[in-house]
């Protein structure tokens, strides 16, 4: 079974929106604050949006007001509600925990999700 499997992706257009899942181990989950990182074609791998143990949140400024990330404990869920989407959100999303600094904590990752956003 994977330890991180995304999913939720599509094709949308701009200004619709989207809702990304991540199934988490559950000791992973358990252990570690949480985050979804996207990946454009040609560019750097970067944070989006990170949660938590207790709930908490942080966002990229890019995604600010627009995007919003949650837990399910019960489930071992990693949800982002993807608002307003624009072009420049098109990307593989990924979900992986993190450290508090916002970088990735684990040495591997899903398989992601791939976000198109166009008209």
């Known amino acids: 079974q994977a330890r991180l499997a995304e999913s939720g992706g599509g094709l949308v257009q701009p200004g619709g929106s989207l809702r990304l899942s991540c199934v988490v181990a559950?000791?992973?989950?358990?252990?570690?604050?949480m985050a979804w990182f996207r990946q454009a074609p040609g560019k750097q791998r970067e944070l989006v949006a990170l949660?938590?143990?207790?709930?908490?949140?942080n966002y990229s400024d890019n995604v600010k007001g627009r995007f919003t990330i949650s837990r399910d404990s019960a489930k071992n869920t990693v949800d982002l509600q993807m608002n307003s989407l624009k072009s420049e959100d098109t990307a593989t999303y990924y979900c992986?925990?993190?450290?508090?600094?916002?970088?990735?904590?684990?040495?591997?990752w899903g398989k992601g999700t791939l976000v198109t956003v166009s008209s």
């Open positions: 949660i938590s143990l207790g709930g908490s949140t």
């Open positions: 559950g000791n992973i989950f358990r252990a570690n604050s």
């Open positions: 992986n925990a993190a450290t508090r600094y916002g970088l990735p904590a684990l040495p591997y």
